[in-house]
Nanobody, 120 residues
Framework: VQLQASGGGLVQAGGSLRLSCVASGSIFNINAMAWYRQAPGKQRELVAVITSGGSTNYADSVKGRFTISRANAKNTVYLQMNSLKPEDTAVYYC???????????????WGQGTLVTVSS
């Protein structure tokens, strides 16, 4: 099982980016999917999470600006980021809680990270 994130880049403050993350491999079921981020010198933090049923939750710092969504048929999670601020600069990681084929218990998987840089 692999998670492949894409969509990061350099953007000016006030701009927008859309991140994507595709889960591939021998997957039976994907439960929650999420985006985390880690800024230089800081701990990794949860940005947004979406359940298999579509319920969402966001960090206070991104509420009203970021939107998480998923396409279950494509095993893909998205993060639409609007009104970006310099403090959003970080490496963004996707995360999935999923059951590989043949496993009754779910496991945590991480993507490789994609860098988002917001210039002032």
């Amino acid at each position: 099982v692999q998670l492949q994130a894409s969509g990061g880049g350099l953007v000016q403050a006030g701009g927008s980016l859309r991140l994507s993350c595709v889960a591939s491999g021998s997957i039976f079921n994907i439960n929650a999917m999420a985006w985390y981020r880690q800024a230089p010198g800081k701990q990794r933090e949860l940005v947004a999470v979406i359940t298999s049923g579509g319920s969402t939750n966001y960090a206070d710092s991104v509420k009203g600006r970021f939107t998480i969504s998923r396409a279950n048929a494509k095993n893909t999670v998205y993060l639409q980021m609007n009104s970006l601020k310099p403090e959003d600069t970080a490496v963004y990681y996707c995360n999935a809680d999923l059951n590989p084929w043949g496993y009754a218990e779910p496991y945590d998987y991480w993507g490789q990270g994609t860098l988002v840089t917001v210039s002032s």
